[in-house]
């Protein structure tokens, strides 16, 4: 790959500045045309008001920002590798058709002229590399380690860049995406970060038999669309919505595609369910109530982390069985024992002195099927 230097003004840099479609969805550009801001391998525009806000103060103080880098295309045009953020931070405050936001109280139409003068000629320092494309893949995969570290999930979009990203980034990675809106009550994490995006890949590979996301997007890596994974992902929200009509807080960050993937054509009664869980969510026993979703459709107790007994409990059933195992009726250390539920738990069983037995570690495992 071939590096060369070349300094721009940020005048230079905002002519032309366009973001396409809302939030940019569609494109951006700079540079009289000339600059992609925003080619399909990038990520969204992350930087919080604070980080964008110091870009601008570091600008009027003439202090120096850290090199850009921008790839030469083969059409004399260049797309932006590194520097998108403060790129698009000092374009939004500068360039005539954005100004959207103000810094310590000033939009660039309040400064004075002598400090929009200096901002307009301050000078950005730019590598522009030129090499084949997966030369600058591979670059920009290095020199992004710096800064906001990439998710996964912008690293493999790096990897697997064409029409189906494209399509995907429009439904899966913008604030108010559509995904967002309609999933942000059952799936955690950030569209922009690519979280969302992640996310939706997995559960449908998981559908399709296949072990990684990576391969998901090798696969349809030049699909004309994005549209099966979208409808799979809005199908997976409304089963959800179907069988568990009563949010609760809980439901966020379940794997819902994983288990929509295996009991969407099963037989559920919402009302039962809802019984359920409401009566699980009531008892003290069980410490992970994240985990009740999945239980009631699993029946799997390891999702609930039953709260187990305490060292004076645990002691007090030692004692009264004189360390004699309540099931094969040899003696043992209470080192060698373990708290177990009379009455299983599922069967009403509570986790209290009453019912605390101790077993040896053999007895206990067998009887648990460990």
């Keep these: 790959m071939k590096i060369d ?17 809302i939030d940019g969805i569609e494109g951006i550009v700079a540079y009289g045309g000339k600059l992609d801001v925003r080619p399909p391998y990038q990520r969204e525009y992350v930087y919080a008001p604070k980080e964008r806000d110091e870009v601008i103060r570091t600008v009027k103080k003439g202090f120096p920002l850290n090199t850009m880098y921008w790839a030469k295309t083969e059409d004399d045009r260049y797309e932006l590798m590194d520097g998108q953020q403060r790129t698009i931070s000092i374009c939004r405050y500068t360039a005539e058709s954005e100004r959207t936001f103000a810094v310590d109280e000033k939009y660039y139409f309040n400064l004075e002229k002598d400090i929009q003068n200096r901002i307009d000629d301050y000078i950005l320092d730019i590598y522009i590399c030129d090499g084949t494309s997966s030369e600058v893949h591979e670059w920009f995969k290095v020199i992004n380690i710096a800064g906001k570290p990439l998710t996964p999930q912008e690293l493999r979009n790096t990897a697997y860049t064409g029409t189906w990203l494209s399509d995907a980034k429009i439904h899966f990675s913008k604030p108010t995406c559509a995904a967002y809106n309609m999933g942000k009550d059952y799936v955690s994490g950030s569209p922009i ?7 939706a890949i997995k559960w449908i ?16 890596q030049h699909d004309d669309n994005a549209n099966q994974i979208w409808i799979y992902f809005k199908r997976v929200i409304e089963w959800v919505e179907t069988i568990f009509p009563i949010k609760r807080k809980e439901m966020k960050g379940i794997e819902w595609g994983l288990l929509y993937n295996i009991y969407k054509d099963a037989e559920l009664d919402p009302s039962v369910l809802e019984t359920k869980i409401k009566t699980l969510m009531m008892d003290d026993d069980v410490t992970n109530k994240k985990g009740i979703y999945t239980y009631v459709l699993t029946s799997d107790e390891k999702y609930l982390n039953i709260r187990q007994f305490t060292d004076n409990q645990k002691r007090e059933a030692y004692e009264r069985q004189n360390g004699i195992c309540a099931k094969c009726g040899k003696h043992f250390y209470i080192n060698e024992m373990e708290g177990d539920h009379i009455t299983p738990w599922h069967a009403g069983g509570k986790t209290n002195a009453e019912n605390c037995q101790m077993l040896c570690i053999e007895c206990n495992r067998r ?4």
């Design 5 to 21: 230097r070349m300094q721009v003004s940020i005048k230079e840099l905002c002519n032309g500045y366009e973001e396409k479609g």
């Design 193 to 199: 970060r690519q979280e969302y995006l992640e996310t």
């Design 205 to 220: 590979a998981d559908r399709d038999g296949l072990d990684t996301i990576e391969t998901y997007m090798a696969l349809h």
């Design 367 to 370: 009887k648990s099927g460990k």
